[in-house]
């Protein structure tokens, strides 16, 4: 069974930085995309930023030029780096790797990990 585990996260200043990581279980393949998303009280989960097998990064606009991610393609491990980070995010950020294998589409999460931005 595949699981997904954030840490890394917690209360910071603005302006302050905060690394997310997650690391992945009992998957026996090199996940296709890896992305995290955040959802802050009372909105929807929203995707903050995805890296692809090849590399090719997404983000939302919101964060560009704060949050790089990277990842470590043989462990299957994503990272968020968080820069002059902003009240506004603050949520819940969550893991997700997903893609297809042998035609059979995946989609996995993990459990969350909380970070607060203070003003």
């Known amino acids: 069974q595949v699981q997904l585990g954030e840490s890394g996260g917690g209360l910071v200043q603005a302006g302050g930085s905060l690394r997310l990581s997650c690391v992945s279980s009992?998957?026996?393949?090199?996940?296709?995309?890896m992305g995290w998303f955040r959802q802050a009280p009372g909105k929807q989960r929203e995707l903050v930023a995805s890296i692809s097998v090849g590399g090719m990064t997404l983000y939302t606009d919101s964060v560009k030029g704060r949050f790089t991610i990277s990842r470590t393609y043989g462990k299957n491990t994503v990272y968020l780096q968080m820069d002059n980070l902003k009240p506004e995010d603050t949520a819940v950020y969550y893991c997700n790797a997903k893609g297809q294998k042998y035609a059979r589409p995946y989609d996995y999460w993990g459990q969350g990990t909380q970070v607060t931005v203070s003003s």
């Open positions: 009992g998957s026996r393949f090199q996940f296709d995309d």
